[in-house]
């Protein structure tokens, strides 16, 4: 038998091994009065993201919710990964946020996780300055020493900063779980092809598939 017939990347989640990561849950772009709307007129929102906070407030964030908390009963790591700058000016950003434009201050509002998905006790929560958690925080260092080899993502937006935490992750040895009801960006067309395109990285699963190996 070759090494290629035996290994697989349809792994169940083992919890001693295993952490949930949240991406980008957070009031900037989680909330209909984060900053990263405040320059679109009422009919420009709605053109443009009615769909998004539809998904997220009647699928999306509940199925976050029953993620963390199964995953909390479970024994999993449960760690979060916001876009918040180290300095108030944002002159730490990379350079691609600083071409887009947006900065999310240290300590505002904005780079904070939702009330509905807030941390508890000490649960890790890394503020980032790039699309990939991997790049601008020592996560990959933190989860070795946490003993991680398995990472069950969810998170906003599912073709840009998810996507780009699952390619790394990939890379650097962890096994993935993708929970795709429990991701959003802004079209269903760019869900679903960003879910299609991703799956040669990672194992996707449903919320409800989720749950059912933790318990």
Known sequence: MTTATTLSRDVPIQPKQTALLFIDVQNFAAKRNGSEFKDTTPQEFE?????????LETRVVPNMQRLQKAARQAGVEVMYTTIESLTLDGRDRSLDYKITGFNVPKGSWDGKVID??????????LPKVSSSVFVSTHIDYILRNLGVKQLVLSGIVTDQCVESAIRDACDLGYLVTQVTDACATYTQERHDFSINA???YCRQRTTDQVIAELQ
């Open 116 to 125: 509905e998905l807030a941390p508890e006790g000490d649960e890790i929560w």
């Open 47 to 55: 053109q443009k993201y009615a769909w998004y906070f539809q998904q």
């Open 198 to 200: 991703i799956k040669g």
